[in-house]
């Protein structure tokens, strides 16, 4: 009687969808981002999503960094938006618009992941290399022998919270040439402008000589570079008058 109450039971079927990521080679293949720091690189990539059956629309799909530690402010001067897609075969091509717009040095591997409504994701690595940048400008400080001359320094940005920063000359750079303050904190402010809360300092020892350096000012997300030329007055030598006889 057991037996038969079993056979009346109407067949149950459980139902689930599985969603796999697919590897290829084009995952390991090299995509670059390269520009000077300051400047900016706009790319475009073409991106196989291999395996995706479903049709979808470029809005549709969402796009996610994966950055090393330290390196979130990546986000703020990375801009990477889909343009368009196309069937290939099981397949579908991505086509992604990528703007790198540095402000300091930097070379970092950063993994962008995308994913469609099904929750398929696939993973694609984008070298991001940002080359030292140019002069930003030239200070020219002028101090007589065993004086001291000083320069103030403002940068043509706003800082919106308070940054740290690290200022320091460039090996090769005179040893006239210091500044007050190597490790400091930049506060916020609403103006176009600021002013550093540093001195460049310029104390000669000697005449007839040029001083010349590289100054650096580095913050988490940008680095500014400055020429320095410590000048000294034309050294005059007295003129003795002898009295007539």
């Not at 290829?24 to 990539?45: D, G, P, V, Y």
């Not at 530690?69 to 990477?80: A, G, P, Q, T, W």
Request: glycine fraction near 4%; aromatic fraction near 8%.
């Amino acid at each position: 009687a057991h037996q038969n109450s079993l056979n009346n039971i109407p067949n149950i079927q459980w139902m689930y969808p599985i969603i796999g990521n697919s590897a290829t080679n084009e995952i390991n293949e090299k995509r670059m981002l390269k520009c000077r720091a300051h400047e900016s690189s706009e790319q475009e990539f073409k991106l196989t999503l291999v395996g995706e059956a479903e049709p979808f629309s470029t809005s549709e799909y969402q796009l996610f960094y994966d950055l090393p530690k330290d390196f979130e402010f990546v986000k703020s001067i990375l801009d990477i938006k889909i343009s368009s897609i196309e069937k290939v075969q099981s397949s579908s091509l991505l086509t992604i618009i990528a703007k790198f717009s540095p402000n300091r040095p930097m070379s970092k591997s950063m993994t962008l992941k995308i994913k469609n409504p099904l929750g398929q994701e696939w993973q694609f690595v984008i070298e991001l290399i940002a080359e030292l940048g140019k002069i930003q400008g030239t200070i020219t400080i002028e101090s007589l022998l065993n004086k001291i001359g000083t320069s103030k320094i403002t940068l043509n940005e706003r800082f919106s919270i308070p940054t740290p920063f690290h200022a320091y000359f460039i090996s090769g750079s005179a040893n006239e040439l210091t500044v007050s303050s190597e490790h400091g904190m930049i506060k916020p402010s609403i103006q176009p402008t600021t002013e550093l809360p540093l001195e460049v300092i310029f104390a000669p020892k000697m005449y007839g000589k040029v001083f010349k350096g590289v100054l650096v000012i580095d913050t988490m997300e940008s680095q500014y570079l400055f020429d320095v030329c410590g000048k000294t007055p034309e050294y005059v030598p007295p003129v003795i008058v002898t009295a007539k006889q």
